[in-house]
């Protein structure tokens, strides 16, 4: 799993409540479990006409929002049905932090298995940091994981909260199975302990 430790990046404005993991990624993209190429279906039925096309008033099609890598998003964010597909939609097209007032627990538990760092603020802050993510080209937001901090374009700083063990797997870039291969030798000890101690097992 990719590190994270500071991002400076486009962010992408997404004034709408409980956007639900089925607009994050349709259930038409659910037939693979590869973790890659499900960017083209990101909020797809939002980001393409019925014929295929770009939608042009959809905020990822914008020219200034093509290459975001940050997300302010309404309240509720990642609801509906536990896909996985839906972060990893996400970060194969580029999106690597998600700020929101709320996540649904399922969605943001999957973010942090895939190295997506979701951020809950306050309603105030969201406004804010929904404001500066509103000016386009100008749209630029530092996270930074090791000081727990937002920093919008005019200079100004939101820190955030974030469980220890959550944030030092994503400095480290260690998923589930990450953790436990960094626990192999304990683990080969055991069995080794265990065959000798209890060799009917």
């Excluded at 997300?71 to 509906?80: E, K, L």
């Amino acid at each position: 799993m990719q590190k994270f430790s500071t991002l400076t990046a486009t962010a992408a404005p997404m004034p709408v409540i409980n956007v639900d993991t089925d607009m994050i990624i349709p259930k038409d993209y659910l037939k693979t479990i590869k973790r890659t190429g499900l960017g083209k279906g990101l909020f797809a039925e939002m980001r393409y006409h019925e014929d295929g096309s770009d939608n042009p008033e959809f905020v990822l099609n914008k020219s200034a929002y093509k290459d975001a890598q940050i997300m302010v998003a309404g309240d509720n964010f990642g609801c509906g049905s536990s896909r996985e597909h839906a972060p990893w939609a996400l970060l194969d097209f580029g999106i690597r932090c998600v700020i929101s007032t709320s996540f649904a627990d399922i969605f943001y538990n999957n973010c942090f298995k895939n190295g997506i760092l979701p951020i809950q603020v306050s309603q105030q802050e969201l406004d804010q940091l929904m404001d500066d993510a509103e000016r386009g080209a100008n749209a630029t937001l530092s996270v930074d994981l090791e000081n727990q901090t937002i920093k919008g374009p005019d200079g100004g700083t939101i820190n955030f909260e974030i469980d220890a063990d959550r944030k030092h797997r994503l400095l480290e870039g260690i998923d589930d199975i990450g953790e436990t291969l960094a626990k192999s030798s304990a683990i080969d000890a055991f069995e080794k302990n265990n065959a000798k101690n209890r060799p009917w097992a």
